[in-house]
């Protein structure tokens, strides 16, 4: 299957030469079709009577793009209530300048967002980059294109596996109910149905920080003081990403993750003391998180908060039973265990949302399948299979609700080694099908972890 589905709206979907000079003005049509959509769904531009009847001249215009100028993309639209999503995956065609593949990903986002029903905004995205030089040259092109609306953005120097200056994961989000407010560089709330989710990414340390102990404890108070200005607490916070330069190497004959580990637990330790940790039957409910490598020796850090009233909200943290919980690892593994929950559910009467957290190939508390990529791609699967399964869920409290692998709007696939990356692509596209995905070239927490993935399921209940 290619990896992006292109729909010529022309009669017979003529194709074109992807070499035709910029300049040409008869450039087609181009509709790009969303490789799942979920829930209330919205209808598939595959159809092109359907896709014809929805454009309006403007529509035609703003569509017209050089087809040289488009990325490869996959994106699911999630329709809830009125309430449209998008999950895009963009990837550049893997030529030119840095800053030219970075403008080939905005033409695409721009495409894909004009086309829908209903007017759409970004509201946060993770750029994966090959070098942190370009950094500051995409930072700039994406504040000059999206202006006082620029989404919460994170630049993580995990190069795209395909070799590409960078990939983009990205959410866009549109509706009548929709409130979206851009609250500060990187902060931006989105309020629809009595619920209200802020995003806060890009949080870096000090430069004062050099070691992995500080660095993770000047992020968190980072993150405490972006929670206080909008007035959210971290027992809202289902969702953290923690992006760590140099997560195995050793600083004093101790590994940096298990650095950032005790930071972590001492940060949640201090809340919980105060009473500012969620709970559940007098146990605290940590957030779903990733923790992953980088390049280089920083650490960056990304939250999702959510505040509603409401009374039918309910956040479920997920363990696997094939699995010891990451917060009772032994000592063995660090010092201070991984304060997070294997998954977040957030369940209303209507639907269920699944945040899945950064899974590998462990069972109990165990790596399984050293050195073989190809069964650790497996095995991780598996597990994310069983976490977010009716079966599981029903064990935690909630029957009739569950997710299975084609409930993913999208994943993000980590992989240690780049030489990995065909093997673990064509397992994943076997068991996921056609779902947005992003292959980035990252070390895993362990040094026997070959490859981690996490993803985020919706499904009614």
């Not at 017979?12 to 035709?20: F, L, M, P």
């Not at 202006?147 to 070799?163: H, K, L, R």
């Not at 660090?334 to 069972?363: C, H």
């Not at 935690?396 to 569950?402: I, L, P």
């Amino acid at each position: 299957m290619p990896r992006a589905v292109l729909d010529a709206c022309e009669p017979g979907g003529t194709r074109v030469d992807s070499n035709r000079d910029l300049e040409d003005s008869t450039s087609v049509c181009y509709r790009m079709a969303p490789d799942k959509s979920m829930l209330d769904g919205a209808a598939s531009c595959v159809d092109q009577a359907a896709c014809a009847s929805r454009l309006t001249a403007a529509d035609n215009d703003s569509n017209r793009m050089p087809p040289c100028l488009l990325s490869e993309q996959q994106h699911s639209i999630v329709d809830i209530g009125g309430v449209h999503r998008i999950a895009l995956m963009i990837t550049p065609q893997n030529q030119g300048a840095a800053i030219d593949q970075a403008w080939e990903a905005i033409s695409t986002i721009r495409v894909i967002l004009s086309q829908q029903s209903v007017s759409m905004k970004m509201v946060q995205q993770t750029v994966f980059v090959r070098s942190a030089e370009d950094i500051p040259a995409f930072r700039g092109l994406f504040e000059a294109y999206f202006g006082e609306e620029t989404p919460a953005s994170n630049y993580i120097v995990q190069p795209p596996c395909g070799g590409q200056a960078l990939a983009i994961e990205a959410w866009a989000i549109g509706g009548d109910q929709v409130e979206i407010s851009y609250l500060e560089r990187d902060v931006v709330s989105v309020d629809y149905a009595s619920m209200k989710w802020v995003y806060l990414s890009g949080i870096s340390p000090s430069i004062s920080a050099a070691a992995a102990y500080e660095q993770s404890e000047s992020c968190l108070a980072q993150l405490h003081q972006r929670l206080d200005r909008v007035g959210a607490t971290l027992s809202e916070v289902p969702r953290v990403w923690l992006y760590q330069g140099g997560i195995t190497e050793e600083e004093g004959g101790i590994e940096r993750y298990r650095e950032l580990n005790r930071a972590r637990t001492d940060y949640f330790d201090s809340l919980s003391a105060r009473g500012a940790m969620r709970t559940s039957q007098q146990s605290i409910v940590y957030p779903a998180s990733t923790g992953i490598g980088t390049n280089g020796t920083s650490l960056v850090l990304s939250a999702m908060v959510l505040q509603t009233p409401r009374d039918d909200v309910r956040w479920v943290a997920l363990e696997n039973p094939g699995q010891t919980s990451a917060f009772d690892y032994e000592k063995k593994f660090s010092i201070k265990s991984p304060k997070f929950s294997r998954a977040m559910a957030v369940i209303t009467d209507e639907y269920a949302t699944i945040w899945i957290s950064g899974t590998a190939s462990i069972l109990d508390s165990e790596t399984v399948h050293i050195g073989d990529i190809e069964k650790q791609t497996h095995q991780t699967i598996d597990n994310m299979e069983r976490l977010i399964a009716e079966e599981n869920l029903a064990a935690h409290g909630f029957k009739g609700c569950g997710a299975t692998l084609q409930d993913l709007a999208k994943v993000r696939v980590y992989i240690k080694h780049v030489e990995d990356y065909e093997k673990c692509r064509d397992i994943c596209e076997a068991r996921f099908g056609s779902l947005p995905t992003i292959y980035a070239n990252a070390d895993v927490c362990r040094p026997d972890l070959l490859v981690e993935i996490e993803g985020v399921a919706f499904t009614t209940v």
